[in-house]
C-alpha cells in the first residue's frame, strides 16, 4: 500500500512538468532518491541477520517444550480420572455414616427436649411466683407451640403434659390481669391512711405504680402484663376484660375510699388536727382530693396499658371497634367517661341531687346502659320528670332543680317560713344561711363517722367539691388533649350527655345559685320585717362593742359570700353581684331607719312608709338636726374641722396651746354663725325640734358605729380586690377568717392561692368599683348619724341657752342669785344625758366629734346673744355667771376640762358689766383686745341701758372713745 503511494506520488510529480526538461529533472531525482532507499536497505539487512536467526532457533525451542507439555498432561489427567473414582467411593460412605450420626443427634434431642418440657410446669410457677410474666408467657407459648408440632405431636405421652400447660396458660392470663388490676385500682391509697407517707403521694403526669421486678421504669408491671398477655395471644380478650371490669372496679374504688376515709376519721376524732377541720366542706375537700389522685392515678396507668399496646404489631387494630361483633372500643375516653360517671354519681349523694339527673347513658363497654336509681328513701318526683330525653343536651328543661331536691320541699320551705316569721329568745332574727344557721353542710356535733356519708347531703357541700374537682378535671383535658394529637383515630370520644365540667357548672348556675339569691332575699326580707336591735358582743375582732344585729348578718353576710368567692373563685362575678346587691339593699335600709330614728316626737314611724307625694311631709317631719345635716355649708364647716380630720385620718387634734388654735377657733366660730343663721331664720326651736329622748340618740348612734364600721370592712374587702395581686388579695383571709371560722360552709383557707389567682384573672373590676362605692355610700350615712348627733347637742344648746339669754331683764333679786337659771340647769342635764348614752355608744373618736369644742360654741352664743339681754344688775351678772359657771362644772364632770376653760372667755366677758364704761376702755388699753369691737360696744350699750340715770352724749363719748382704741392698737 504505501509502494503504491509511492507510485502515485511519482506520477503526479512527473505530470505536474511543464515541458520535458523539466520532467527529465524530476525522473532523475526520483531515481537518484530510490538509489539511497535501495543502498539503505542493504545496509540494515546486513545489520539484522544475527538476530533473525537467534529468533528463529528460540521459536523452535519453544515449539518442542510446547510438545513435551502435551504429554505429561495427558499422563496427568489419566491419574486425576482414577483419583476421582475412589473419591467417589469414599463419599458414599462418609454420606452414609453423616446420615446414621444426623439420626442419632435429634434423637438425643428429642429425648433432651422431652426431658425440659417435663420441667416447665415447675419453671412456670417459679416465673409466676416471681412475677416474670413475660419469660413465663414465652416460655409456656414455645413448649405448646412445641408440643403440638409434627416431632412431639404424635407422642402421646406428652397429651397430659400438653393439656396441663393449656391450664397453665389460663391461669397465668388470670393472674396477669388480676396483677394489672391490682395495679391500676389498689395500689394508690388515701391521704392519711396508715401507709399515707410511702404510698400516697400525689401524682403527677407520667407518674405511675410500683416498679416492676426486674424493671426501673415506673410501669414496670403493667408493660411487662401487656407483653405477657400478648405473647400468650390472649390481648383482645384481657381488653375486653378490662373494658367489663372498669365499672365495677371504679364503683369500688369509690366505696373503699369513703371506707377507708371514715375509718381515718374515726381514729383522729378528738385529735386537734382534725378538730380544727369539723366541716363537712373540708372534709369533701380532702377526701376527693385524696380520691381524685387515685382516680389520676387509674387513668394515667390506663393511658399506660393503651400506649403499651398501640406499640404492639396490630395494636391500633385491636382497640377499634368492630360494631358487627359488638366489642368495646377501649380507649382514654372511655376510661375517662367512666371515672366521670362514677364521680357524678358519688357527688349527686353529697350534693342532695337526684341520680336521675344523669339520665340513661350508657358507660361504651359490654354494649349496657346503666339506670339510674334514687340514692336515698322517700317517695314523690324529685330531681327531673320521667322522660329521660328531657335532659338531653337540646332540651330546655334544667338539669338540676333543688326545689325537687330529697329534702328541699320540707327543709327549704321550713328555713324560709322560720327566717321570716322566727324570733330567736333574745328577739333577734332566726338563723339562715348567712347567719350561720344549721340545715346546710354540717354541725360540730353531727355524727358522721359511722353513717353512710362523710358528712351530710348539703348543696352547701360545692364549697368543697368545687376546687379540687375543677383542678382534677383541668388535669384530665390535658392528658386527653395529648392522647388525641397523638393519637386521633383510636383516642375515642366522649359518650356522655352531660361531663363533669358541665355537671358541676350546671349545678352552680342552676341550684346552688338559686339558692343564695334565695337566701339572701330571705335575709333581707328578714331585716326588714325585723325590729332591729343592738347586739352587744365581741364575737368580732377590731368591731364596736355595740353594733345592731343587721349589721352583725350583713357582715356575715359578706364574710359567706367573699368566702365563695375564694371557694368558687370562677364564679366571682356572680357572688360580686350578689354583694353589691345587698350592699345596696341594705344602704337603703340604713338610710330609711335612720329616718325612723330621728323622727319629731308624736309623729308616727309607720311614715317612713309614704309615698313620694309625701315625702316633703315626711321631711318636715325629721328633727332640725336630721335636716339640717343636708345642708352643704353646715356640713362642709363641721368635715372641715379638726376633730373631724383626726377622725377620718392618721393626723391627731390641735391642742389648745398649739399656733393652729386660732384657726380651729375660726372654724368652730363658722359652724356655730352658720347653726346660728339657720336657727335664726326658722324661727323659734321647739321641743319637738330635737331628740329629747335619749333612745332616739343611742340608735342613731349604733347606726352610725354599724355604718361606718361595716363601710371600712366593706372598703377593706374591695381594696383587696382592686389591688391585682396575691398580696393584697391574701388580706381577705384575714377579713372573713373570723366568719368563716364560725361557719362550717367554706373552705377558703384550703388552696388559698390558687383562689387568689383565679380571683385576679376572673373578677369584674366594674363590679368591684360599685362595691367600693357602696361602701363609700355607707361611709356617708355613717356621717350623716354623726353630724347630726353634733348637730342635735348644739341644737339643745340653743333650745335651752337661748330663752334664758334673751330675757327682756335680767334684773335679779338676791334669792334669784342662789342657783343657776331652770333652762341652764334642763341644759346641764341633757349634757349629762348625752354624755351618759354616747360615752358607751360611740368611739372615742366620734365621740369626740360630736363633744368637740361644745365650750367654744357655748362660749360663741352666750358672747353673741348678749344684746339681747336689755337691762341687768349686779345680781342678774352674778347669776349669768353662776349659770356659766354650772355649765363649767358639767364640761368637767363628763371629763372635758379644756371646754369648760373656754367657757372662762364667757365668764370674763359678762364681768365686764360690772366696770363703768371707762374701766372697760381702760382695760382694753391694759389687756389688749380680748374681745372684738362689737361685743365691746354691746357691752357698753348694756351698761348704759342699766344705768338709772342715762346719758345719750357721754354714751357716744364712749363710743368714740372705744373706736379711737381699737385704731390706736391696730
Known amino acids: 500500500m504505501a509502494g503504491v503511494e509511492l507510485l502515485g506520488e511519482i506520477v503526479k510529480q512527473l505530470s505536474s512538468s511543464e515541458d520535458l526538461t523539466q520532467r527529465e529533472q524530476t525522473r532523475d531525482r526520483i531515481r537518484q532518491q530510490l538509489e539511497d532507499v535501495d543502498e539503505l536497505l542493504v545496509v540494515e539487512t546486513n545489520a539484522h541477520e544475527d538476530k533473525f536467526y537467534d529468533a528463529l532457533n528460540s521459536f523452535q525451542h519453544v515449539s518442542e517444550t510446547i ?29 452414609r455414616l453423616a446420615t446414621e450420626h444426623a439420626e442419632h443427634v435429634e434423637t438425643l434431642k428429642l429425648l433432651d427436649q422431652i426431658e425440659d418440657i417435663k420441667k416447665v410446669p415447675e419453671k412456670v410457677d417459679e416465673m409466676l411466683r416471681a412475677k416474670d410474666y413475660v419469660n413465663g408467657a414465652r ?27 393449656i391450664d397453665r396458660m389460663q391461669k397465668m392470663r388470670g393472674i396477669i390481669i388480676a396483677e394489672l388490676h391490682n395495679h391500676i385500682y389498689l395500689k394508690p391509697r388515701l391521704p392519711g391512711s396508715a401507709s399515707a407517707s410511702s404510698s400516697s403521694a400525689p401524682v ?115 382497640l377499634t371497634s368492630d360494631a358487627t361483633q359488638g366489642t368495646p372500643q377501649y380507649s382514654e375516653h372511655t376510661v375517662w367517661d367512666a371515672i366521670q360517671m362514677e364521680v357524678q354519681l358519688l357527688l349527686c349523694q353529697y350534693l342532695d341531687l337526684d341520680e336521675s339527673v344523669l339520665v340513661d347513658n350508657s358507660y361504651g363497654f359490654g354494649g349496657s346502659k346503666r339506670k339510674h336509681a334514687r340514692h336515698a328513701s322517700g317517695s314523690g318526683t324529685a330531681g327531673t320528670s320521667g322522660d329521660p330525653s328531657a335532659h338531653g343536651s337540646g332540651s330546655a328543661v334544667p338539669l338540676f332543680t333543688f326545689a325537687n331536691s330529697l329534702n328541699s320541699m320540707t327543709e327549704t320551705a321550713a328555713k324560709t317560713e322560720l327566717a321570716v316569721s322566727s324570733t330567736a329568745p333574745d328577739g333577734t332574727a332566726a338563723e339562715y344561711l348567712f347567719a350561720g344557721g344549721a340545715g346546710h353542710g354540717i354541725s360540730p356535733g353531727a355524727t358522721r363517722g359511722p353513717g353512710r356519708h362523710l358528712c351530710e347531703p ?111 373563685p370562677d364564679l366571682s362575678n356572680a357572688f360580686l353581684s350578689l354583694l ?62 379638726d376633730c373631724w380630720n383626726a377622725h377620718t385620718s392618721a393626723t391627731t387634734a390641735t391642742s389648745p396651746d398649739s399656733p393652729g388654735r386660732d384657726r380651729q377657733r375660726a372654724k368652730t366660730a363658722r359652724e356655730s354663725k352658720l347653726l346660728m343663721r339657720q336657727v335664726t331664720s326658722a324661727g323659734p326651736l321647739e321641743k319637738g325640734d330635737v331628740m329629747t329622748d335619749m333612745h332616739m340618740v343611742k340608735c342613731v348612734a349604733h347606726l352610725h358605729e354599724s355604718t361606718c364600721w361595716l363601710a371600712n370592712q366593706i372598703d377593706t374587702v374591695a381594696r383587696c380586690l382592686k389591688s391585682r395581686d396575691h398580696v393584697g388579695l391574701a388580706r381577705i383571709w384575714t377579713i372573713v377568717g373570723p366568719v368563716l371560722e364560725e361557719n362550717l360552709n367554706h373552705t377558703a383557707h384550703v388552696d388559698g392561692d390558687a383562689a387568689a389567682d383565679a380571683i385576679v384573672s376572673v373578677a369584674d373590676q366594674t363590679q368591684v368599683d360599685n362595691i367600693q362605692q357602696l361602701a363609700a355610700d355607707l361611709m356617708t350615712s355613717s356621717n350623716t348619724c354623726l353630724v347630726t348627733l353634733r348637730l342635735d347637742l348644739r341644737l339643745h344648746c340653743l333650745y335651752y341657752l337661748l330663752p334664758a339669754i334673751r330675757k327682756s331683764s335680767y334684773v335679779c333679786t338676791a334669792e334669784q342669785i342662789e342657783e343657776a337659771d331652770a333652762q341652764v340647769v334642763s341644759l346641764c342635764k341633757d349634757i349629762l344625758s348625752f354624755d351618759e348614752t354616747l360615752s358607751v355608744s360611740l368611739l372615742p373618736g366620734n365621740y369626740e366629734i360630736v363633744f368637740g369644742d361644745i365650750g367654744s360654741f357655748l362660749s360663741f352664743v352666750l358672747i353673741k346673744e348678749l344684746p339681747a339681754i336689755k337691762k341687768v344688775n349686779d345680781l342678774g351678772v352674778m347669776r349669768m355667771c353662776r349659770s356659766i359657771f354650772a355649765l363649767q362644772q358639767t364640761l368637767r364632770t363628763i371629763s372635758r376640762p379644756s371646754c369648760a376653760n373656754v367657757l372662762d372667755v364667757a365668764m370674763q366677758y359678762y364681768e365686764l358689766l360690772n366696770l363703768q364704761p371707762e374701766q372697760v376702755l381702760e382695760g382694753i388699753v391694759i389687756s389688749g383686745k380680748v374681745f372684738t369691737e362689737d361685743e365691746y360696744k354691746a357691752v357698753l350699750d348694756l351698761i348704759e341701758a342699766s344705768q338709772t340715770v342715762q346719758s345719750a352724749a357721754s354714751h357716744q363719748a364712749v363710743l368714740k372713745q372705744l373706736v379711737e382704741v381699737f385704731h390706736e392698737l391696730v
Not at 67 to 94: A, H, Q
Not at 209 to 214: I, K, L, N, Q
Not at 613 to 639: F, H, M, N, Y
Open 67 to 95: 510438545t513435551d507439555c502435551k504429554f505429561r498432561v495427558n499422563v496427568l489427567r489419566e491419574g486425576l480420572s482414577e483419583c476421582k473414582s475412589l473419591l467417589r467411593l469414599k463419599r458414599d460412605r462418609i454420606h
Open 204 to 318: 403527677g403526669k407520667g407518674g405511675g405504680a410500683t416498679p416492676g421486678v426486674g424493671s426501673p421504669e415506673p410501669f414496670g408491671h403493667l408493660t411487662h402484663g401487656i407483653e405477657a398477655l400478648g405473647v400468650l395471644g390472649v390481648l383482645p380478650e384481657a381488653i375486653a376484660a378490662l373494658c367489663t371490669s372498669l365499672k365495677p372496679k371504679l364503683s369500688l374504688l369509690v366505696e373503699q375510699a369513703v371506707a377507708q376515709a371514715r375509718t381515718c376519721y374515726a381514729a383522729d376524732v378528738g385529735t386537734p388536727a382534725v378538730a380544727a377541720d369539723q366541716s363537712g366542706p373540708t372534709l369533701l375537700h380532702q377526701f376527693l382530693t385524696g380520691l381524685y389522685d387515685r382516680m389520676f392515678r387509674v387513668f394515667v396507668c390506663h393511658a399506660h396499658l393503651l400506649s403499651v399496646i398501640r406499640a404492639l404489631p396490630d395494636g391500633e387494630k385491636m
Open 139 to 165: 416460655l409456656l407459648v414455645e413448649t405448646t407451640t412445641a408440643l403440638e408440632g409434627e416431632s412431639l405431636g404424635q407422642v402421646r405421652a406428652l397429651h397430659d403434659l400438653h393439656r396441663k400447660l
Open 580 to 641: 353589691e346587691n345587698l350592699l345596696h339593699r341594705y344602704t337603703a335600709m340604713c338610710t330609711s331607719r335612720f329616718k325612723s330614728f330621728v323622727v319629731r316626737p308624736g309623729t308616727s314611724s309607720g311614715k317612713r312608709n309614704q309615698t313620694h307625694k309625701d315625702k316633703g311631709k315626711r321631711e318636715q317631719s325629721l328633727v332640725k338636726s336630721a335636716t339640717w345635716q343636708a345642708l352643704p355649708k353646715l356640713r362642709d364647716a363641721i368635715e372641715a374641722l
Open 458 to 568: 348539703s348543696p352547701m357541700n360545692v364549697t368543697g367539691v368545687y376546687k379540687p374537682t375543677v383542678l382534677f378535671v383541668g388535669e384530665m383535658d390535658e392528658l386527653l388533649t395529648e392522647a388525641k394529637q397523638l393519637h386521633p383515630t383510636t383516642c375515642g370520644q366522649s359518650s356522655l350527655n352531660m361531663s363533669l365540667r358541665e355537671f358541676v357548672s350546671s349545678f352552680l348556675q342552676q341550684s346552688f345559685l338559686p339558692l343564695i339569691q334565695t337566701e339572701i332575699a330571705v335575709l333581707l326580707k328578714t331585716l326588714v320585717e325585723t325590729a332591729d336591735k343592738p347586739r352587744d358582743d365581741h364575737s368580732i375582732p377590731d368591731a364596736p362593742q355595740v353594733l345592731f344585729r343587721s349589721t352583725y348578718d350583713i357582715h356575715e353576710a359578706t364574710g359567706q359570700l367573699c368566702g365563695l368567692f375564694l371557694d368558687l
